[in-house]
């Protein structure tokens, strides 16, 4: 199981009157990271479907712990969880830091429909589409999401970017 890994910088205008990311800023920088997958690296592969009608069609976030501002990047890795006839599911850790060793963050989840914008419907995906997302799909024995010790509510007195 592979996973896809990028980076997104973080500006000065993400923080908030915290000091910290506001959470409206972190689904944006999610959303920089999925661009990475699905435009960016599909793109480089001659996949240009998903540029052309990619929605999102749900979104579940997780704040684990508050990421202050630095000047230094984020890292987060995503990966492909269910792969139907017209959609996805991606996973996502944003770490507080650049480093696999820094704390994840925030755990998110995006449920993703291609849609034809011309025809005003969704599409399905080809052939090659699902071979590229099936790259990143996640085999949940290696999920660190699903590693008891690393479990959000462990952490319910460290909550962040609530506001």
Not at 5 to 28: E, G
Not at 138 to 153: K, S, T
């Amino acid at each position: 199981m592979s996973r896809f890994v990028t980076q997104v910088p973080l500006r000065w205008t993400d923080q908030d009157a915290y000091r910290h990311v506001n959470h409206a800023r972190i689904v944006t920088l999610l959303e920089e990271a999925r661009v990475e997958l699905a435009f960016t690296a599909a793109g480089s592969e001659g996949l240009a479907g998903f540029s052309t009608g990619l929605l999102v069609a749900g979104l579940e976030v997780s704040y684990v712990r508050q990421i202050p501002y630095r000047p230094e990047p984020l890292r987060v890795t995503m990966d492909v969880r269910t792969v139907r006839a017209a959609s996805f599911t991606i996973g996502y850790a944003m770490h507080d830091g650049p480093d696999s060793s820094d704390p994840v963050a925030v755990r998110a989840v995006t449920r993703m429909a291609l849609y034809d914008l011309q025809a005003g419907r969704p599409r399905r995906l080809s052939a090659d589409e699902r071979a590229f997302l099936e790259r990143w799909s996640d085999d949940p024995a290696d999920d660190p999401a699903d590693d008891p010790a690393d479990d959000p509510a462990d952490d319910a007195a460290v909550v962040g970017s609530t506001r």
